[in-house]
T-cell receptor, first 112, second 111 residues
Framework: SQTIHQWPATLVQPVGSPLSLECTVEGTSNPNLYWYRQAAGRGLQLLFYSVGIGQISSEVPQNLSASRPQDRQFILSSKKLLLSDSGFYLC???????????FGPGTRLTVL | GEDVEQSLFLSVREGDSSVINCTYTDSSSTYLYWYKQEPGAGLQLLTYIFSNMDMKQDQRLTVLLNKKDKHLSLRIADTQTGDSAIYFCAEILNRDDKIIFGKGTRLHILP
């Protein structure tokens, strides 16, 4: 069966510090991968999606970036965090663009 | 525990109303959401309702919330072929702002 992991579960970082959130999927090959952000009291915002290794599409301009160094690994990064980057970050995978997405447990990021 | 449940499939004739149901278990939820996922796209927030409301209407969409039974529904009036998608119900927990998703209901439109 397929599982999706996110690490870390909770993170508190100072403004201006770098960020690296990791998402890994097990039990499937060549999945589509997605990064979402949920700010407090709001719905989900799609940040990035990837259909293959090294292929990243960005949905919104921001100081975040994403990378896919391996087939089942998706990394969300920032060189310098802003206060507005605080939120709940969800990674998701799907078999193809037409299939339902399965979500990871999420990472809560607090920028102070 | 934290759980959101919804049926996996729904077929509706074009022009009829679609009703997608969802149940949740955590009574501390503050917001309840309906998302739409179309082929090749990410999740799109359709509508949301505060937990102290019973109903919210937005054009063809009507959300009903029965807090006593922890039941949420989404009604789409005059269903069109463009409404064919997967619809996710989600709740936000009051204690930690964590969002919990259902597994999604695939809405199929019959001609």
């Amino acid at each position: 069966s397929q599982t999706i992991h996110q690490w870390p579960a909770t993170l508190v970082q100072p403004v201006g510090s770098p960020l690296s959130l990791e998402c890994t999927v097990e039990g499937t090959s060549n999945p589509n991968l997605y990064w979402y952000r949920q700010a407090a009291g709001r719905g989900l915002q799609l940040l990035f999606y990837s259909v293959g290794i090294g292929q990243i599409s960005s949905e919104v301009p921001q100081n975040l970036s994403a990378s896919r160094p391996q087939d089942r690994q998706f990394i969300l990064s920032s060189k310098k965090l802003l206060l507005s980057d605080s939120g709940f970050y969800l990674c998701a995978w799907s078999l193809t663009e037409r299939d339902e997405q399965f979500f990871g447990p999420g990472t809560r990021l607090t920028v102070l | 525990g934290e759980d959101v449940e919804q049926s996996l499939f729904l077929s509706v004739r074009e022009g009829d109303s679609s009703v997608i149901n969802c149940t949740y278990t955590d009574s501390s939820s503050t917001y309840l959401y309906w998302y739409k996922q179309e082929p090749g796209a990410g999740l799109q927030l359709l509508t949301y309702i505060f937990s102290n409301m019973d109903m919210k209407q937005d054009q063809r969409l009507t959300v009903l919330l029965n807090k006593k039974d922890k039941h949420l529904s989404l009604r789409i009036a005059d269903t069109q072929t463009g409404d064919s998608a997967i619809y996710f119900c989600a709740e936000i927990l009051n204690r930690d702002d964590k969002i919990i998703f259902g597994k999604g209901t695939r809405l199929h439109i019959l001609p």
